[in-house]
């Protein structure tokens, strides 16, 4: 099963992701983490992407769809991904294609997630984390024992400096602009599964990740 996962900060898309990666077997593969294996690696792409990075560009579409398509390349992959924060607009989208119908394969599934703005607000602003050993609370889903004092280390916990609201929203605004000729281009195909994740209406990512896996399998 080829899986692309979308759906904004806060909606619950790593948890997801997660539940379906150990009920599936199949790799959650985030670009984040392609871009730091070939930084730290120091592939020749990743060498690349740390010049665009230094001089604070936007890596370009062709160096991310390359990374993409050799991660794709690998083991782990014959059976399934789960490809997560790719592709993020048309050309990507349309790369991919190309790069898995040159295998014989193809997109079989996308999950859009999808959370009420005014709750993604509220359980960003409601994250902290432990200066020291880096572990993120959630104030309303994930509390600490005591207050906010890190449950490991005993220290208080901080909110993270780009965790505003108003910076959240101009994040949110983006996300929704890049996705929407996205998700467009795979309505087209019918292989669209939008799900909301809502406490409104009770719905926890947990419950989405049941009900795809009991649908995939
Ligand atoms: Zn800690």
């Known amino acids: 099963m080829n899986i692309v996962i979308m759906g904004a900060q806060g909606t619950g898309k790593g948890t997801v992701a997660g539940l379906l990666k150990g ?3 199949i790799p959650h593969i985030s670009t984040g983490e392609i ?3 070939n930084i ?3 592939t020749e792409l990743g060498k690349i ?3 665009y990075a ?3 560009k936007l890596v370009p579409d062709e160096v991310t769809n390359e990374m993409v398509k050799n991660r794709l390349e690998e083991k782990d992959c014959n059976n399934g ?3 997560d924060g790719y592709p993020r607009n048309l050309i990507q989208a349309e790369k991919l294609d190309e790069i898995l119908a040159d295998k014989g394969k193809k997109v079989d599934m996308v999950i859009y997630l999808t959370t009420p703005t005014n709750e993604i607000v509220e359980r960003v602003m409601a994250r902290r984390e432990c200066p020291k050993c880096k572990r993120v609370y959630n ?3 994930n509390k600490p024992k005591t207050g906010e004092i890190c449950d490991d280390c005993g220290v208080e916990l901080i909110k993270r400096a780009d965790d505003t609201e108003e910076k959240l929203k101009t994040r949110l605004d983006i996300f929704f602009k890049e996705t929407k000729p996205v998700i467009d281009f795979y309505n087209k195909k019918g292989i669209v599964r939008e799900e909301e994740i809502s406490l409104s ?3 926890l990512a947990i419950d989405v990740a049941k009900d795809i896996i009991k649908d995939v399998k």
């Open 23 to 25: 009920d599936l077997n």
């Open 81 to 83: 991904f789960i490809l």
């Open 139 to 141: 104030m309303v889903l």
């Open 49 to 51: 992407a740390t010049k």
């Open 40 to 42: 730290k690696e120091e």
């Open 201 to 203: 209406i009770n719905r």
């Open 54 to 56: 230094d001089e604070g």
């Open 35 to 37: 871009f730091r294996k």
